[in-house]
């Protein structure tokens, strides 16, 4: 996070009965500052799997922030508020991939975290351009990694 002392995690909870999620699959965060102890858990969404998240960086502080993930079986992307990591309840905007893939694309993003456009700058106010999305191959093509571009402005309005 921008402070440099906290880093965020996200992750999917699939622990029927324990956990933060209530006994749901969900994705979760925790804070840390030394990568060894956690707090503040929270449900960031329930239902929904295979988070990738990455901070804008338009505004000042870390936020908005966006995200990928995986709801009912299709791949969505998801823009937070500008103040929080608070995303709005799923499904987002639906994300497809050629070929189909139903775990949830990757955002490219510099060693911070900064989502990038797709010439490897970041993104400014109003948001234009390209972005890079990165996923799995499948059962029928093999497991491999493609990449796609796509316009972010479909995906996500900060």
Same mark, same amino acid.
């Given at each position: ?13 699939? %622990?029927?009965? $324990?956990?933060?999620? *209530?006994? #749901?699959?969900?994705?979760? /965060?925790?804070? !840390? ?32 922030? %966006?995200?990928? $993930?995986?709801?009912? *079986?299709? #791949?969505?992307?998801?823009? /937070?508020?500008? !103040? ?75």
């Amino acid at each position: 996070m921008e402070s440099g002392s906290l880093m965020r995690v996200y992750f999917t909870q699939n %622990v029927p009965g $324990y956990g933060i999620a *209530g006994g #749901a699959n969900g994705i979760v /965060s925790l804070d !840390t500052t030394n990568g060894t102890t956690f707090s503040n858990p929270r449900l960031i969404m329930a239902g929904a799997y295979w988070a990738n998240v990455k901070r804008v960086g338009l505004y000042n502080g870390d936020y908005p922030m %966006v995200m990928t $993930y995986n709801y009912g *079986g299709n #791949a969505y992307a998801s823009t /937070s508020s500008t !103040t929080s990591d608070a995303f709005p309840a799923p499904p987002g905007v639906q994300i497809a991939t050629n070929p189909t893939w139903d775990e949830a694309p990757t955002l490219e993003s510099d060693e911070y975290g900064l989502f990038l456009n797709a010439n490897g700058g970041a993104f400014s106010h109003p948001v234009s351009g390209q972005m890079n999305f990165w996923w799995g191959g499948s059962a029928t093509t093999g497991k491999y990694i493609w990449a796609g571009e796509t316009s972010a402005a479909h995906f996500f309005s900060f």
